[in-house]
């Protein structure tokens, strides 16, 4: 048996809230967790929105029920089969997403919201952006260990702030702590981190108060 892959065209679903236009001062990003749906995940955001803020929801292409064969459906960034193929097709789908992204608002600045699967999933894309990342808000995720020597120099150069819960069920105090260790030592990036009350989910006040605090910190 010999194994090909070919290229095809699809069409992924993409939720905006918000106008993109040439008043529109930063686009964020979101990229949701593994299981997930963009028309829940963009539901603690929908009040963000202002004359200034847009947001851009892309969902994850591979979709599947959550238990089962019927039921709730989810969505995931990869799978461990063929990971390295998943990856380089989340490249060009990212590269898709903010293309359009930056066509629609071109002075825009362009931030990065990512939870869970979707951190590993953005600090993978970093550096093959074909806009600037102004911002990566990593919340409850893991940092992928196989960074690659271009992620880890534009990640030197943006604002990141990493956020963990105390209580965080897939991801433990040790992990955090072991994360970031990982990074300091091997890659010697010693990242902005913070901790807050909570297991794995979004804390939407934290939230408010950090997209603002961040955006503040470019302007």
């Given at each position: ?10 069409e ?29 995940f ?32 989810g ?87 990493g ?57």
């Amino acid at each position: 048996m010999r194994q090909h892959w070919i290229s095809t065209e699809q069409e992924q679903r993409m939720d905006v809230l918000g106008e993109l236009t040439s008043a529109t001062k930063h686009i964020w990003i979101g990229l949701h967790g593994y299981g997930q749906l963009v028309e829940f995940f963009q539901r603690p955001f929908r009040d963000l929105e202002t004359e200034d803020r847009a947001f851009v929801f892309p969902q994850a292409p591979h979709k599947f029920y959550i238990n089962g064969v019927s039921g709730r459906v989810g969505a995931s960034w990869m799978t461990k089969d063929e990971r390295l193929k998943d990856i380089e097709n989340q490249k060009k789908y990212l590269t898709t997403v903010l293309n359009w992204a930056h066509s629609k608002a071109p002075t825009a600045h362009i931030h990065v919201l990512a939870f869970s699967q979707g951190v590993a999933t953005v600090m993978r894309f970093l550096g093959h952006s074909p806009v600037a990342i102004s911002t990566v808000l990593a919340w409850a995720g893991s940092w992928p260990l196989d960074a690659s020597i271009v992620n880890l120099k534009a990640l030197s150069k943006i604002n990141f702030q990493g956020w963990f819960g105390d209580n965080d069920e897939f991801i433990g105090r040790q992990k955090q702590i072991e994360i970031q260790a990982y990074y300091k030592n091997q890659f010697e990036l010693d990242l902005d981190v913070s901790i807050y009350k909570g297991g794995h989910k979004l804390n939407q006040v934290i939230l408010i108060s950090e997209i603002a605090r961040l955006e503040q910190i470019i302007r």
